[in-house]
């Protein structure tokens, strides 16, 4: 049984370039949120996806948008990057948007030079 | 979206000691989830607190959740060089995404 898996692990950026992020959910799992992680600071929610919509949206600028697709995968684009934008960025999985427990996958460590 | 508070930030402790973290909301919580995350690691799920005054163990680990709802404890009895890492809460907001607290960073002296 895969758990949560993402790609890549890391990724290496200029300024004002655009990356994308990619999230497989664990089997069975059907919501996915994504949480942005500076070094040594607590995950801070961006949005979460659920049938392909998003549900819900952190304090994050348009710059960072996302999708679901069909088989529950979820992609995390950032636009214009920022040094700022540095950081872990990691990708949850639950069933449904019920308050169950957010299984993470390992990460995409993000650097903008 | 929901602010949760957790102090300490940072806690040393020599191995064997217990430790203790605290998670603060101004508002009143459905639930409340504990988290560890091992250095260069991605958080784990510890465990979910639901009920007023609830408290559950696993192990060495004992979790609280406040009478009011509005604040919960991770406590860890004789601590292991195991136990080294970022212990944070999550609560969620009325849409039921989850929030982190600043998390509390434990290291165990040998």
């Known amino acids: 049984d895969a758990g949560v898996t993402q790609s890549p692990t890391h990724l290496i950026k200029t300024r004002g370039q655009q990356v994308t992020l990619r999230c497989s959910p664990k089997?069975?799992?059907?919501?996915v949120s994504w949480y942005q992680q500076a070094l040594g600071q607590g995950p801070q929610f961006i949005f979460q996806?659920?049938?392909?919509?998003?549900?819900q949206r952190g304090n994050f600028p348009d710059r960072f948008s996302g999708h679901q697709f069909p088989n529950y995968s979820s992609e995390l684009n950032v636009n214009a990057l920022l040094l700022g934008d540095s950081a872990l960025y990691l990708c949850?999985?639950?069933?449904?948007?019920?308050?169950?427990?957010?299984?993470f996958g390992s990460g995409t460590q993000l650097s903008v030079l | 979206g929901q602010q949760v508070m957790q102090i300490p930030q940072y806690q040393h402790v020599q191995e064997g000691e217990d430790f203790t973290t605290y998670c603060n909301s101004s508002t009143t919580l459905s639930n409340i989830q504990w988290y560890k995350q091992r250095p260069g690691g991605h958080p784990v799920f510890l465990i979910q607190?639901?009920?007023?005054?609830e408290v559950k163990k696993q192990k060495r680990l004992t979790f609280q959740f406040g009478e009011a709802k509005k604040n919960s404890s991770l406590h860890i009895t004789a601590t292991q060089t195991t136990d080294v890492g970022t212990y944070f809460c999550?609560?969620?907001?009325?849409?039921?995404?989850?929030?982190f607290g600043t998390g509390t960073s434990l290291t165990v002296i040998p």
């Open positions: 949850a999985s639950s069933y449904r948007d019920s308050g169950e427990k957010l299984f």
């Open positions: 999550a609560a969620p907001n009325t849409g039921n995404q989850f929030y």
């Open positions: 607190l639901v009920k007023s005054g």
């Open positions: 996806y659920y049938e392909e919509e998003e549900r």
């Open positions: 089997s069975g799992h059907d919501t």
